[in-house]
């Protein structure tokens, strides 16, 4: 009897309650109804149920018809308790294929399974290495409240789990309680009742089923406790002795039937798993590439990916303005965060000499234009001891010639000095300039009487560049880069996850007005993401004190130039003032410290 006065029948578990379909309102929880009510006021009270779950008793009714009408109510609850079932297992099979979570993956199985058995308790343990160990990992009671937190322990053919993993079969016992178990599947082994004398609990029926993989593997183990007559919690002893059945035929199938789905989705969230770090390790085999290449900018590639990834998170999670319609899901954030890590990949296709030049002359330029230098003091110097010997022959003073050989060593070590100062990649001032046009037409005769150019064109084409260390050509060939990532990059079966990845690190070093490379294409053809990494690549190469051929730039300044930027038209000024408003570049102080635990 209910507590409203209406009556409930349970038979397998299908739940009949019956009503006086007059005055009472039917339960929450019921797989059918039956009314009853007398002939003539049953349209009227079957007016007011809703559900399609109801039988009906017109009374009076003879005893055959009641035991008929029972009967079939209970035929029909249990007909609607399989159907549910089975749209529950479907339900589970598509949230299963869905979910790559290992953890919620194996508490949606267990929860699916306790419900279909109405078991008290359960657990869900994972097989590690060969079937040497068994961990711990999700476990529910509805009786007992306890921090069980995970461990682990061998297999053994001692246990129940053990038995059931090493046999690869279901291990049911009806009561592990009773003096002998004639039901129990396999050969007697040790139950451990520490648990239950510790809480006060007793572990009577138990169906202990391992998940098998379609090739054999056991990837774990379900094990239900206490198949139970009704929901309601175990307290006492009379509750363990009378509310406790043992585990069906029907509850043996179904769940045999969840630990195989289980085991597939299992074995599905590993492969994702293994995959994702399969990308994740030649991801960052990549970048350790790009570092060995240039090693200069080591890091670099992280922090424009650690910076962009920042930045769509502010504009994912921005409550109004430009960004309040913007919304990256984890994946989208991962495509980001590659494509920052990759950007710089095809570095590895231009040539290191031009990627790490520091100077604006190569080291064996200089080295080379040194030579000639000495080369030209020894002709000096020999020029001088011809004219010395002239003066002795003749009897002739030689300071005049002394004095003019002083002033051309003079105006030679003026020469190296201006080549120097001219060769490091800061601004050129004007006085250099004009200096090196001069020297473009010094020369000297060698010991063949060759005219020979200190200075060579090579040369001073290097030298004459206005700012930083690279020529016109160099600096085309190292914005090829660009080129050469999207093109190493489109060539990687991304999916449709990460299937952007190429676009966003190949248009990186776009601008808005069109003249950014390699391109040069117009705002609308910049993706969001790619024109964040833009903001983020500028600010790191700014602030960078990794870099031997320029000085690092404070913050402020930084944030300066990038107005600057933005002003002219070639970067977007709403994802700059993001940067600056949600102070963005700060997590690279985070992110550093995260890497260094």
Known sequence: MLADGSLSITHKRAHVVVIDACTSWPPENYDVLLAVAPTDELSVAL???????????????????????????????????????????????TALNAERD????????????????????????????????????????????????????????????????????????????ADHEPGATMPPWNHDRSFDQRFGYQTRSMLTVPMITPDGRVLGVMQLINACRDRAPLRTPEDFALRVEAFSNEDETVCNALAAQ????????????????????????????????????????????DLTVALAKAADGAP??????????????????????????????????????????????????HARFAHMRTALRVRLLER?????????????????????????????????????????????S?????????SFADDEGVLVKPIAHDDLLALTVRRGSLTAAERTEIQQHVTHTYNFLVRIPWGRALAAVPEIAGKHHEYLDGSGYPGRVMAT????????????????????????????????????????????GKIDAEILDLFIGARVYECLEGAAATRTR
């Open 388 to 432: 010395q010997l002239e003066c002795i022959r003749d009897g002739r003073d030689d300071a005049d010639i002394r004095a003019a050989h002083a002033i051309e060593l003079a105006e030679l070590e003026d020469a190296v000095a201006t080549v120097l100062a001219a060769n490091e990649p800061s601004l050129l001032p004007q006085a250099v």
């Open 525 to 568: 053809a910049i993706p969001l993401q790619a024109r964040m990494m833009t903001v983020a690549d500028i600010y790191d190469a700014l602030t960078a004190s990794d870099r031997p051929y320029k000085r690092a730039v404070p913050m402020p300044q930084a944030l300066e130039i990038l107005r600057g930027e933005a002003s002219t």
């Open 320 to 369: 109004s303005g430009p960004f309040r319609d913007v919304s990256y899901s984890p994946e989208q954030l991962r495509e980001i965060e590659y494509a920052g890590l990759l950007h710089d990949f095809g570095k590895v296709g231009v040539r290191e000499q031009v990627l790490i030049k520091a100077k604006k002359l190569f080291p064996h330029q200089l080295e080379l234009l």
């Open 434 to 442: 004009s200096k090196l046009a001069e020297l473009a037409h010094l």
């Open 47 to 93: 007016a007011r149920l809703r559900t399609p779950r109801v039988h009906v008793l017109p009374l009076p009714a003879s005893t055959l018809m009641i035991e008929r009408t029972v009967g079939e109510a209970l035929r029909a609850a249990a007909d609607y308790d399989q159907a549910r079932k089975a749209d529950r297992l479907i339900t589970l099979g």
């Open 102 to 177: 290992p953890g919620r993956l194996l508490a949606m199985i267990l929860e699916l399974a306790r419900e279909f058995t109405h078991a008290d308790a359960g657990t869900i343990y994972l097989v590690e290495g060969d079937r040497e160990r068994l961990v711990f990992k999700v476990s529910h009671n509805d009786s007992v409240t306890a921090d069980l937190s995970e461990f682990s322990f061998p297999v053994t053919p001692h246990s129940i789990v053990g038995s059931a993993v090493l046999r690869a079969k279901t291990v049911r016992v009806d009561d592990l309680y």
């Open 262 to 305: 289980g085991a597939v989705a299992l074995e599905n969230a590993r492969l994702y798993a293994e995959i994702q770090a399969l990308f994740e390790g030649f991801v960052r085999a990549s970048v350790h590439a790009i570092e060995q290449r240039d090693p200069t900018t080591s890091g670099h590639s992280q922090r424009v990916a």
